[in-house]
């Protein structure tokens, strides 16, 4: 039974791997989760996410609030009061676009038929000075040629866990489930290296 396994995902495909790569990755605590090779579901240390920061602003996140990590849900899911002050803040700061309708199930979206799509970088805060940073990779999707939205989903008042990070965040980020140390290794978008999980070699083993 493997101590750690890695996942890197492009397209929606899961991309399986063990012990095979040295990448400058951040780490913090997990507790409990389960694993196989259609689903994989973590719980963060409650005390992993202290705030979500956009552009220096942060958006209070309560004490306790309890974080998993899902490849089973595809968009990040944030309780009501966390997820209205990320549109807040997030609407503050594209107030140059021109907005769109909204798509369900997303409550921000944006025109991209005039200029190319900017938007600043959503950094979940973790312990130590440590952050995951979403870039605009990770956090616009594209839903037709004209529009594309912010792709966090509002998940209500009472919506357990508070924080549910999903596939769409985890495309182009290389993760690290370190199973005998209870510890999470994240890279943060692999575009900015530049690199892909495209690029990786699953095939390689560690050996006989």
């Known amino acids: 039974m493997c101590s750690s396994f890695n996942i890197c995902i492009i397209s929606f495909k899961c991309f399986w791997c063990h012990g095979i790569f040295f990448l400058a990755l951040r780490f913090t605590n997990t507790i409990n989760g389960c694993k196989n090779r259609r689903q994989v579901i973590y719980s963060v240390d409650q005390s992993s996410v ?16 309890s974080t998993k990590l899902s490849t089973t849900d595809p968009y990040t899911t944030l309780t009501t009061d966390i997820y209205n ?31 190319g799509l900017k938007v600043p970088d959503i950094d979940f805060s973790l312990p130590d000075g440590k952050k995951w940073t979403v870039s605009t990779a990770n956090s616009i999707k594209q839903i037709t040629n ?13 919506s357990e866990p508070a924080i549910v990070i999903g596939t769409f965040q985890f495309e182009d980020n290389f993760l690290e489930f370190d199973l005998e140390n209870s510890t999470f290794g994240f890279s943060s978008s692999l575009l900015r290296k530049p690199t ?13």
């Open 50 to 65: 202290n705030s979500i920061v956009i552009k220096k602003r942060s958006i209070n996140v309560p004490a306790n609030t």
């Open 85 to 115: 002050g990320v549109v807040r803040r997030f609407t503050k700061v594209t107030k140059q676009l021109r907005p769109a309708k909204p798509v369900a199930p997303f409550g921000l979206c944006f025109s991209t038929s005039t200029a």
């Open 146 to 158: 004209e529009v594309a939205c912010l792709a966090f989903v509002d998940g209500g008042a009472t």
């Open 196 to 208: 892909s999980c495209a690029n990786f070699n699953f095939t390689l083993t560690d050996g006989p």
